[in-house]
């Protein structure tokens, strides 16, 4: 009977496959994108809307994509996608970092150091430009296999000519505000990579140093110990026992209290506060000189500009200096100054005078031969770490040395070689913070004009603006736009103005700053071929080169201003949060230094990729994740929909077994398509057979009102770049309120009553608003599952659209406020239904019946919850709950009994009904079931 009864039932149906494979499908999908132009089409689409410009940060083409590649792109594309179904104009230019010394650093790995030293700038260059545009297409396949839509086939490469003019357009702007002059002061350089550093290059991690105590003795006595009989000392504590050659100063706490400690027969002079603690490290008894019977005990002002014996060089003299940046925490209150070697001491010095700085260290971090003051003397053709013990061996030997240890503390070494990197003081190309306001500017362009996501990035960034010291932007390597400036051969003077800018721009508008190492200065310097200073004519130009940081920072100006399709300033930039230091911060300080404003009216700060347990990825751990080898096996759409689901704002972990987990998350947003489209597919169509809202039935007008609510959080979420905040009212919306409630109440009317029913075409209208709905909301996340279920879709539901990326975003059919208005019932409803269910599930384990349909509901409610449930927007409760009946009395408090149902089962649809009986030759049926046969 029941076999007979089912071809009479409008049981789904749909060509969506419930598997997705997705592996093998997605990359015919992608050819066809390609084939087709999507990206191009949108643009078209949306042509001469207002534009939507995210700009992107340019990675290095230095391998395969890896996971933290994959989470950044793929955020990026989520952004534009949902931008351009709001209708803007949304070009995407991908770009790539082809500058720098990881790539320089490959070529000489691959020559060998002594072939690469033979070698000359201009093929040294070329190796490195066939090295960096080598991985470009392997990059640029993987972030395609991942569905991000981008003009891909005219990305922007920092190597490009216009990239290497804008540089020096951008330099010119700034040196022509005075914000760019050459100093010579200590900056972080690297011995093993042979160049300076700014502080963005540099990474702090932990170092075991030898820590030593010297006494430096001074040449003339302290006020307040004429007539002590013994020598007196300064006991200075350091780290770097390799500076001690270099000496030239030692700094005390200004207004703080010093001792002088007795110790066979010399006076020990310290901070008073430390004083006990480093006698007792020493092994000496604390026992303070004594002056008219008191302790000496004075301010560090008695010791300003009293002169010290220099420890190596004989007949070399220091002088004693008072400096705020002493620490009072740690060592003996007393720090020796080697401004060569260090910014502190640099500063303190000069501000006491001393210009004539001595830096005893070369290229390569060996002492410079020699014997006098100014070269490594004793240790002259040392390298530094290998001086160390040889100096402390010295100090020792001439009764210097009070105490050596080994410390281990946080150190700077080079980002790129990871190996420790020293101070020195060299001649460098700076950008002033402060001369001109920059540091100010920036500062309040990151407090005031620019929105960050997440808000407090807004602090971190604007903390290392304010607390950044000038931008040493020259690096003596060879892959990299150079520094415009030449010195006379005639007399030596440094030259750089407007003209010879200008030159330089030109050049490299035509041939690229190749040009620089290959051509003759006075074939394209013109008239500006000439020495200010001597009238020569004989210009060479320098070899220094641009920091890595201010090529990409220029961007804005080589792409998002060279590009007509482009805007600036951008709407947003997004990458990693290390970018604060980097991109982030080289494009404000262009951008600020050159225009007044930042490049950006917004950014997007996010984490690192991390494995499951939150460990960094390594191969040694075997916890890599490679985001071409997931979609070979599962699809990039569950990449994607991993990036979606997880709080990117801070680190993200990722494995095989989150993994899975993301899988069944796909599965429930796929089977619930799936499911609308076996209702619609061939069935309905919205723009001929939808019912009006104020015409469909109460429970579809409360989903209706619901999926309107949910649509406005997604869309807020969206705007927000709160992926994790649409994902999550998404999936809660799909599994807990569509799967579990609404889509299981409406099965009956669905498949029970006659197609073309208002009842039924009520129910199908809803079925069309929410798959409307999700391919819209999802469409940025699973792009490639919503574009495959377009061909199964209703043409109206998909504007009429063959691919998915052509969507306009949805509208309700209602206002926000209009669905709020539903909400009460809503809630009553859900509210009736758990303590409903609750019964339900007693009732069936006492063995009372077996299906819902079996039974009805007698409900006592309190008057508020009576009167919604009975109101004007009441719903059809025993459908809502899939049982016989619900009968409602108004009472102090909610209670529920279940009883057995009235009527008789009906041998067609099996709800119980008064109504069964015979029917046109059908013997057990209902009233609805008959109209339906």
């Known amino acids: 009977m029941a076999n007979e009864y089912k071809q009479t039932m409008n049981l789904p149906k749909t060509g969506f496959p419930m598997r997705a494979g997705l592996s093998k499908s997605e990359p015919k999908r992608l050819k066809d994108w390609q084939d087709n132009k999507v990206y191009e089409q949108v643009l078209k689409k949306n042509e001469g809307h207002k534009k939507f410009v995210l700009h992107d940060g340019p990675p290095y083409a230095n391998g395969p994509i890896h996971i933290g590649h994959a989470m950044n792109k793929i955020s990026k594309d989520m952004i534009n996608r949902y931008w351009m179904m709001q209708g803007c104009e949304v070009p995407y230019v991908p770009g790539w970092d082809c500058h720098g010394q990881p790539i320089e650093h490959k070529v000489e790995e691959k020559l060998g150091t002594e072939k690469f030293n033979q070698t000359s700038t201009a093929k040294i260059r070329e190796l490195c430009n066939k090295f960096a545009v080598e991985n470009i297409e392997l990059q640029k396949a993987g972030f395609r296999r991942l569905g991000v839509l981008g ?62 105590y010297v006494r430096f003795e001074m040449t003339s006595k302290p006020a307040g110990l004429e007539s002590f009989d013994g020598p007196v000392d300064f006991i200075i504590w350091t780290t770097t026992p390799w500076t001690i050659p270099s000496d030239q100063a030692v700094s005390l706490k200004p207004g703080a209290a010093y001792v002088a400690v007795e110790h066979d027969g010399r006076a020990e002079v310290m901070l008073e506060d430390l004083a006990p603690k480093c006698c007792e490290e020493f092994g000496w008894e604390y026992t303070p000189v004594t002056v008219d019977g008191k302790p000496y005990v004075v301010p560090a002002e008695t010791f300003h500009h009293i002169h010290y014996k220099q420890p190596i060089f004989d007949g070399v003299e220091g002088v004693a200096l008072l400096a705020d940046y002493v620490g009072v925490d740690d060592g003996t209150g007393i720090v020796h100054n080697s401004p060569g070697h260090g910014v502190d001491d640099y500063f303190a010095c000069l501000k006491e005078g001393i210009t004539d700085i001595c830096m005893p260290v070369d290229d390569d971090g060996k002492f410079y031969t020699g014997e006098e003051f100014g070269t490594g003397g004793p240790f002259s053709g040392m390298d530094t770490d290998e001086a160390n013990p040889h100096i402390i061996e010295f100090l020792r030997e001439r009764g210097t040395l009070v105490l050596e240890k080994k410390i281990t503390h946080s150190y700077p070494h080079c980002w790129r070689c990871k190996h420790p990197v020293l101070f020195r003081a060299t001649d460098q190309w700076f950008v002033s913070m402060d001369k001109t306001g920059l540091r100010e500017q920036a500062g309040k362009e990151v407090r005031e004009n620019v929105k960050w996501y997440p808000a407090h990035a807004a602090n971190r960034i604007g903390a290392m603006v304010e607390q950044r010291p000038d931008w040493c932007i020259s690096r003596q390597r060879n892959w990299g736009v150079p520094i415009p400036s030449y010195t006379c051969a005639d007399c030596g003077e440094k030259v750089m103005n407007d003209a010879t800018l200008d030159a330089v721009i030109k050049l490299f508008h035509e041939k690229g700053s190749d040009a620089w190492f290959t051509d003759a200065p006075e074939s394209y310097l013109g008239e500006a071929c000439v020495c200010p200073k001597c009238g020569g004519h004989h210009l060479k130009a320098d070899k220094d080169i641009l920091d890595v940081w201010w090529d990409s920072g220029v961007s804005w100006k080589a792409v998002c201003e060279y590009r007509p399709e482009l805007e600036y300033p951008a709407d947003v930039y997004l990458e990693g949060s290390d970018q604060h230091r980097g991109w982030f911060q080289s494009s404000l300080l262009t951008s600020v230094g050159a225009n007044g404003h930042a490049p950006y009216k917004a950014v997007v700060s996010q984490g690192f990729t991390l494995d499951g347990q939150g460990r960094k990825m390594s191969k040694s751990l075997g916890n890599v994740i490679d985001p071409n080898k997931v979609c070979d096996e599962m699809g990039a759409d569950i990449i994607r929909l991993w990036v979606a689901s997880v709080d990117t704002s801070s680190d993200v972990s990722i494995d095989h077994e989150i993994l899975a987990r993301t899988s069944d998350a796909y599965r429930r947003f796929r089977n619930t398509l799936r499911f609308l489209l076996s209702e619609l597919e061939g069935q309905f169509e919205p723009e001929t057979d939808g019912v009006a809202f104020a015409d469909l039935l109460p429970l579809d007008k409360l989903m209706v009102a619901r999926l309107t609510q949910v649509q406005a959080e997604v869309d807020d979420a969206y705007a927000s770049y709160e992926f994790p905040r649409a994902y999550r009212a998404l999936y809660d919306f799909v599994v807990t309120e569509l799967s579990n409630v609404y889509l299981d109440a409406l099965k009956d009317r669905l498949y029970c009553d006659k197609p073309g029913s208002l009842e039924r075409r009520s129910a199908q209208t809803v079925l069309a608003e929410l798959f409307s709905m999700l391919m819209r909301d999802l469409q940025p996340i699973l792009s490639y599952t919503v574009d495959e279920a377009m061909a199964y879709a209703p043409a109206g539901c998909v504007d009429h659209q063959k691919y998915a990326a052509l969507l306009d975003w949805y509208k309700s059919p209602i206002t926000v406020d209009e669905a709020n208005e539903f909400e009460g019932v809503l809630e009553a409803s859900l509210e009736l239904r758990g303590a409903v269910t609750k019964a339900l599930e007693d009732a069936r384990s006492a063995g009372t019946f077996t299906k819902s349909q079996q039974v009805r509901v007698k409900a006592v409610v309190p008057a508020e919850m009576y009167a919604l449930l009975t109101g004007d927007k009441a719903v059809d409760l025993a459908e809502f709950y899939i049982v016989s009946d619900v009968e409602l009395t108004q009472g102090e408090e909610l209670s529920v009994a279940i009883e057995a149902a009235e009527g008789e089962c009906c041998d067609r649809c099996w ?4 109504t069964v009986g015979e029917y046109n030759g059908h013997a057990h049926i209902c009233k609805r079931c008959a109209e339906a046969l």
């Open 151 to 212: 003009d891909w086939d005219n990305p922007y490469l920092t190597l490009y000519h216009q990239h290497d003019a804008a540089d020096i357009e951008v330099f010119k702007a700034m040196f022509d505000k005075g914000m760019i002059y050459r100093g010579h002061k200590p900056v972080h350089w690297c011995k093993h990579c042979h160049t300076a550093l700014a502080e963005a290059e540099i990474e702090y991690s932990d170092e075991t140093s030898p820590s030593i």
């Open 911 to 914: 709800n119980y009904r008064t």
